[in-house]
Structure formats: C-alpha cells, structure tokens
C-alpha cells in the first residue's frame, strides 16, 4: 500500500524508508509500555525514600521498573524491525516472532512473584532484548546489503570507478 502512495507521489519507496517505520513502529509501542510502566509508579513518589517489593529485596521497585523498561523497549524495538521483515517477505516465522516473542517474555515476568526471581528474570529478559536487538540489526544490515548487490559486486563496482578515474 505505501508503495502505491509513494509511485503515486513520484517518490521511491526504499527498504530503508520500510525500516525507518518499523524502527518508529517498535519504538511508539516500547515508549507507550514505559510510561504505562512508570505511570502506574507514580502514586509511589509522592511519600518519602523508596520501595522494595518483599519478594524482591535487592532491588528497588523504580531500578526494576527502570530495567523492565529497557528490557521491553529493546524487545519491542527489534522484533517490529523483524516483523516488518516477514511482512516484506512473507514469512510466516518472522511475522510470528513479534507477538510469540512479547508473549514469552511477558510470561517470564511472573517469575518475580517467586522469591528473589527478579535476580534471575531481569537478566534474562535483558539478554532476550539485547540479542533479538542484534538479531535484527543483522536481519536489516543483510538486507541493505544485498539491495546494494552484496560484497562481490560492491566492490567490483569501487575497482571500476577507480580504473575509470586512472588510479
């Protein structure tokens, strides 16, 4: 459909334009669950010092909203970039990886209501984020690639235009 629009206007819809929406897609949901996160915290700054959940002492109730945030926001981000991807190509796996993958780690919360279990789910949602984060960097690092004509023909492409200029 936005390619319609953009031939319509007599402008090229690039695969960088399609990743600039799934970046701005991923981080409007991310930024929406934050403020959702810290909104719902913030009856809490009206007192005096800070919380600590008994199930979870060695954190205060703001560094883990804080964490929660970063975790999602990373999670969120990346897995619009590999949606938008599968929706580009059609497959099925990768537009499955969004909602699959945000369920999974929004399961995994449920841990903190055990006994020190925000030692073992906040890391672990951190890794998750930071790993589908460089899953798809390189997802969309490939794809730029290859619409540029991958390694061999870029640089066959420098070597001519440095013969052409006489060096």
């Given at each position: 459909m936005l390619e319609d629009v953009a031939r319509q206007t007599?402008?090229?819809?690039?695969?960088?334009?399609k990743l600039y929406i799934a970046l701005?897609?991923?981080?409007?949901h991310a930024a929406c669950h934050s403020v959702f996160f810290f909104l719902s915290l913030l009856p809490l700054?009206?007192?005096d010092g800070t919380f600590y959940l008994d199930e979870c002492p060695q954190m205060s109730l703001f560094l883990m909203g804080a964490l929660y945030s970063l975790a999602f926001g990373m999670i969120l981000t990346s897995t619009m970039v590999v949606a938008f991807e599968g929706y580009h190509t059609r497959d099925v796996a990768h537009i499955l990886y969004a909602p699959l993958l945000h369920f999974a780690a929004s399961l995994a919360t449920l841990g903190n209501l055990r006994q020190g279990g925000c030692q073992v789910?906040?890391?672990v949602l951190i890794a998750v984020g930071g790993f589908s984060s460089i899953y798809a960097g390189q997802m969309s690092g490939g794809r730029g690639w290859q619409a540029r004509g991958g390694d061999r023909a870029?640089?066959?492409?420098?070597?001519e235009s440095v013969e052409q200029r006489g060096g």
């Open positions: 007599g402008h090229r819809y690039a695969l960088l334009d701005a897609w991923g981080f409007g700054t009206s007192g789910v906040m890391p870029c640089h066959q492409k420098a070597a």
